[in-house]
């Protein structure tokens, strides 16, 4: 079983920058992919960022160039880097985890606004 935590959520002001992290507990991390979804208030879950256990990333066009995803397998611990934070991130990030089944954090608050 895989528990995951997230934590570094916060209200920011446009242009600020952010830094999620997602520890796991379990078994497993360094050979699964892991990554980000967010929902904002009244649109569906989308995927942020993914990295998969070679190292290869993946991002929705509205945050490349602006975020950054890595992995530390050592800490059972992934992190994402938001930097130029617009209006529009302003979501509820959660973290997921992939191996056989795919397991989410409770989800971490962003708020950007002036």
């Known amino acids: 079983q895989v528990q995951l935590v997230e934590s570094g959520g916060d209200l920011v002001q446009p242009g600020g920058s952010l830094r999620l992290s997602c520890s796991a507990s379990?078994?497993?991390?360094?050979?699964?992919?892991v990554g980000w979804h967010r929902q904002a208030p009244g649109k569906q879950r989308e995927l942020v960022a993914q990295?998969?256990?070679?190292?290869?990333?993946n991002y929705a066009d509205s945050v490349k160039g602006r975020f950054t995803i890595s992995r530390d397998n050592a800490k059972n611990t992934m992190y994402m880097l938001m930097n130029s934070l617009k209006l529009e991130d302003t979501a509820v990030y959660y973290c997921?985890?992939?191996?056989?089944?795919?397991?989410w954090g409770q989800g971490t608050q962003v708020t950007v606004s002036s």
């Open positions: 379990g078994s497993g991390f360094s050979s699964s992919t």
């Open positions: 990295i998969n256990n070679a190292g290869w990333t």
């Open positions: 997921f985890l992939g191996n056989s089944k795919i397991y």
